[in-house]
T-cell receptor
Framework: NAGVTQTPKFRVLKTGQSMTLLCAQD?????MYWYRQDPGMGLRLIHY???????AKGEVPDGYNVSRLKKQNFLLGLESAAPSQTSVYFC???????????FGQGTRLTVV | AQRVTQPEKLLSVFKGAPVELKCNYS??????LFWYVQYSRQRLQLLLR??SRESIKGFTADLNKGETSFHLKKPFAQEEDSAMYYC????????????FGKGTLLTVNP
């Protein structure tokens, strides 16, 4: 049982480049989340999804887009990367309320 | 809007000492609160949730709606408790928004 898998684990981008981070879960979870983790800022919610085909903005959505075309996948896109988006990105999924959220291993992204 | 506040970025205690990690929240509805922990080089994982009223690894947390707090406590800290701790709030209804605090880095010294 793989749980939550993020691809890639590491990436270096040049300013202005685009990329997509993939989060895949094999637990049939309805809810999926994307966070960024920065020193002193904790985990900040970027976007989240409460089901296939639905997405919603979190606390820091600017500069990011998401899609949930399939229940098991939640994609995070950066259309034009900026140095301020250098961070560690975490994906999480949960089956529902008051249930444990499972996290991916993180993606370390550096934008130069 | 929901918000989770952890006032201490860093907390350092000696082994065997009591530890309390503070968490305050603001939310207009009935909150679901959790504590997550991230050990060095590991994924975030659930430590405990208020609805279960459980004790995990010696940690407990009580929801105080009057003070809007959900502090994490352990009577005798161990070196292996050193980690980053996050308090989290899940909104209800049809909007399952999971919001985290900024985290507290706990260091337990020998």
């Amino acid at each position: 049982n793989a749980g939550v898998t993020q691809t890639p684990k590491f990436r270096v981008l040049k300013t202005g480049q685009s990329m997509t981070l993939l989060c895949a879960q094999d637990m049939n979870h309805e809810y999926m989340y994307w966070y960024r983790q920065d020193p002193g800022m904790g985990l900040r919610l970027i976007h989240y999804s409460v089901g296939e085909g639905t997405t919603a903005k979190g606390e820091v959505p600017d500069g990011y887009n998401v899609s949930r075309l399939k229940k098991q996948n939640f994609l995070l896109g950066l259309e034009s990367a900026a140095p301020s988006q250098t961070s560690v990105y975490f994906c999480a999924s949960t089956v529902g309320a008051v249930i444990e959220a499972f996290f991916g291993q993180g993606t370390r992204l550096t934008v130069v | 809007a929901q918000r989770v506040t952890q006032p201490e970025k860093l907390l350092s205690v000696f082994k065997g000492a009591p530890v309390e990690l503070k968490c305050n929240y603001s939310y207009s509805g009935s909150p679901e609160l959790f504590w997550y922990v991230q050990y060095s080089r590991q994924r975030l994982q659930l430590l405990l949730r208020h609805i279960s009223r459980e004790s995990i690894k010696g940690f407990t947390a009580d929801l105080n709606k009057g003070e809007t707090s959900f502090h994490l406590k352990k009577p005798f800290a161990q070196e292996e408790d050193s980690a980053m701790y996050y308090c989290a709030l899940l909104s209800g209804g049809s909007n399952y928004k999971l919001t985290f605090g900024k985290g507290t880095l706990l260091t337990v010294n020998p």
